[in-house]
């Protein structure tokens, strides 16, 4: 029987395509064989990440994903370019740039929905580039989306038991064998389970499509969880989502990292981000320019510079007539000419990519 093919090309058979799940997992996707420590015995990351230098690329105690050299281009435009970057085991980095820095490319890289021109990833030792996104996410790195991904035409029910692999039903030969029933009713088990820890359990029975856009953020936060994940990296998780259920995603995110679970989020609220990030990674123009405590980077002048602009500081000066003058009439010809600049590079490239289809 020929191995499946993924979409990048690679039709090596996958060890983990034939996983069972069983109920010797915990609420949370840990898979209770991890002989490591009890959460009461977990080092706290944050006094982990206590003597590391705050610079781009630094090493970490205990990288549990390591980038090096990543870059991706579009028509032109480098979208991320990473020397090296390390995520710490067992904590929560968040991950911030203004718009366009690059931070979504990256986590598509990284989760194996984009491919790099150059580079490598690696996970706990095992290289992640060439892995298309249903193997990245059975060796245990998952990812949620900005704008969610669950199954409208579905019930909520019938969208956590997508979420679980290694499902024997799904396989010609293990269909016709009895033994999927029982394990099918497992995986709904822990669906209930999971459903009722994000206070869905409810709304089980419902189409996801009639879910409010915060309920569907913690769908897919606990469908991400039916994967048994070690990594889970959330994009933007708190994005339209009303106040007060933001408290409830960030209840669930810290519990991620109090269950042994590594977070890597993508978000634009600082608030946020002070509240439950052990380290921040900044990025501006795809590169990572700081990384640091929360509190280390509201003085890190790169920091301000890639959201305020290296001009923050310059008093502007106008005439009567609303007219800049001197270093700010400077100051705007040098703007406008970087964005013509842009905007010509910008047409160049479509055109470029238009001949080349």
Same mark, same amino acid.
């Given at each position: 029987?020929?191995a499946?093919?993924g979409?990048?090309?690679d ?15 915990a609420?949370t996707?840990a ?10 015995d977990?080092?706290d990351?944050?006094r982990a ?5 705050? %610079? ?6 205990d990288?549990?994903l390591?980038v090096? +050299? ?5 028509g032109?435009l ?5 020397g090296?970057?390390?995520f ?23 989760t ?11 996970y706990?030792?095992?290289p992640l #580039? ?13 990812r949620?989306?900005q704008?969610?991904?669950a199954l409208a035409g ?6 956590m ?6 499902q024997?039903?799904e $396989?010609f ?12 009713? #497992?995986?709904t088990?822990?669906?209930h ?5 994000f206070?869905?359990d409810?709304k089980a029975?419902?189409l996801?499509g ?17 994967? #048994?994940?070690?990594?889970v ?9 009303n106040?007060?259920l933001?408290? $409830?995603?960030l209840?669930h ?8 679970m590594?977070?890597?989020?993508? %978000?634009h609220?600082?608030?946020v981000i ?6 921040v990674?900044?990025?501006? #123009? ?11 980077? $509201?003085?890190?002048?790169?920091v301000?510079?890639?959201?305020? +602009?290296?001009h ?8 009567a ?6 270093e700010?009439?400077d100051?705007v010809a ?16 479509r055109?470029?990519e %238009?001949?080349?289809?």
């Open positions: 029987m020929a499946d093919r979409p990048h090309g039709d090596s058979p996958d060890s983990t395509d034939d996983t069972e799940i069983t109920r010797d997992t609420l996707g898979d209770t064989t991890d002989t490591g420590n009890a959460p009461a977990r080092p990351p944050g990440l206590a003597g590391v230098s705050p %610079e781009p690329g630094v090493a970490k105690p990288a549990v390591t090096d +050299g990543v870059t991706r281009t579009f032109g480098t979208a991320v370019d990473v090296h970057l390390e710490q085991r067992g904590a929560i980095t968040g991950l911030i740039g203004p718009n366009g820095a690059g931070k979504t490319t990256l986590f598509n890289l990284l194996g929905f984009d491919r790099a021109d150059s580079g490598s990833w690696v706990d030792g095992t #580039q060439k892995l298309p996104p249903h193997r990245v996410a059975r060796r245990g790195v998952v949620t989306f704008l969610t991904k579905m019930t909520v029910i019938e969208n038991r997508l979420g679980a692999t290694g024997r039903g $396989s030969l293990g269909a016709l064998f009895t033994g999927w029933g029982a394990q099918e009713r #497992q995986i088990e822990r669906a389970e999971l459903l009722a820890r206070k869905l409810t029975d419902d996801a009639s879910l409010s856009g915060g309920q569907r953020k913690l769908l897919e936060m606990a469908r991400a969880l039916m994967m #048994q994940p070690k990594v990296m959330l994009d933007e998780p708190m994005a339209g989502v106040p007060a933001t408290q $409830s995603l209840g995110v810290k519990s991620l990292r109090d269950e042994g590594s977070v890597v989020f993508v %978000e609220d600082m608030d002070r509240d439950i990030s052990d380290w990674v900044v990025m501006a #123009q795809g590169q990572v320019i700081a990384e640091g405590p929360p509190a280390a980077l $509201s003085s890190n002048q790169a301000v510079d890639a959201y305020l +602009g290296a923050h500081d310059q008093v502007l000066e106008f005439d007539d609303g007219n800049p003058v001197g700010t009439a100051l040098e703007m406008e000419a970087e964005e013509l600049g842009e905007a010509e590079h910008g047409r160049d490239a055109s470029d %238009e001949k080349r289809t």
